[in-house]
């Protein structure tokens, strides 16, 4: 099946602990991204990708990592979470960037106290 | 900077209107143009795109219009069903200059309500 998985689902953590948040697809897609959704603010692009190892930045990339060695995967990493990363994260991914539909993973909720 | 308007937070329509849905944008026109739909807890799903050289797509129930001399996209659902009832985001796609990147911004979404 054709999909966008993302790990963990739900994480609770507190300020300054480094954490990751897998994402990954099945689909052969060049393209991937993150999003952060928040109440009233929408969805936010943090960063993406247009294949591997090229990453780029959006419109909410501080405090935040990426990378891409394989074309598949496309973690997100926060060095030092703060409280205002509190969010729902989602990863998306397309055939190629422009002119497709983006699939998006389920969804991690992140709390850091 | 690109700013995008979905002008209603939320929408409440009977069942079997034509459930109309806005999307207004500033600055330059987008490349293409996108509607999702996103169910609570969940993550988006793709409805449909529409190109800035196309002025209507149709797909089953669902029809999308772009306008850019308004700046602005129509979404509309005829013949509505409670089943329809969901989160619906726009998303525009700005191509990058000098590069083949390009950044893609979402609207903050219209919760739209069918009731039987």
């Known amino acids: 099946e054709a999909q966008v998985t993302q790990n963990p689902r739900y994480l609770i953590t507190v300020t300054g602990k480094k954490l990751t948040v897998t994402c990954s697809q099945n689909?052969?897609?060049?393209?991937m991204s993150w999003y952060r959704q928040d109440p009233g603010l929408g969805l936010r692009q943090i960063y993406y990708?247009?294949?591997?190892?090229?990453?780029d930045k959006g419109d909410v990339p501080e405090g935040y990592k990426v990378s891409r060695k394989e074309k598949r995967n496309f973690p997100l990493i926060l060095e030092s979470p703060s409280p205002n990363q509190t969010s729902l994260y989602f990863c998306a991914s397309s055939p190629r960037t422009g002119y497709n539909e983006q699939f998006f993973g389920p969804g991690t909720r992140l709390t850091v106290l | 900077s690109q700013k995008i308007e979905q002008n209603s937070e939320a929408l409440n329509i009977q069942e079997g209107k034509t459930a109309t849905l806005t999307c207004n944008y500033t600055?330059?026109?987008?490349?293409?143009l996108q509607w999702y739909r996103q169910d609570p807890g969940r993550g988006p799903v793709f409805l449909l795109l529409?190109?800035?050289?196309?002025k209507e797509k149709r797909k089953e129930r669902l029809k999308v219009t772009f306008d850019t001399t308004l700046k602005q996209s129509l979404f509309h659902i005829t013949a509505s069903q409670p089943a329809d009832s969901a989160t619906y985001l726009c998303a525009l796609d700005f191509p990058e200059p000098y590069s083949s990147a390009s950044k893609i911004i979402f609207g903050s979404g219209t919760r739209l309500s069918i009731r039987p």
């Open positions: 689909m052969n897609h060049e393209y």
């Open positions: 990708s247009m294949n591997v190892e090229v990453t």
């Open positions: 529409i190109r800035e050289n196309e």
């Open positions: 600055n330059y026109s987008p490349a293409y």
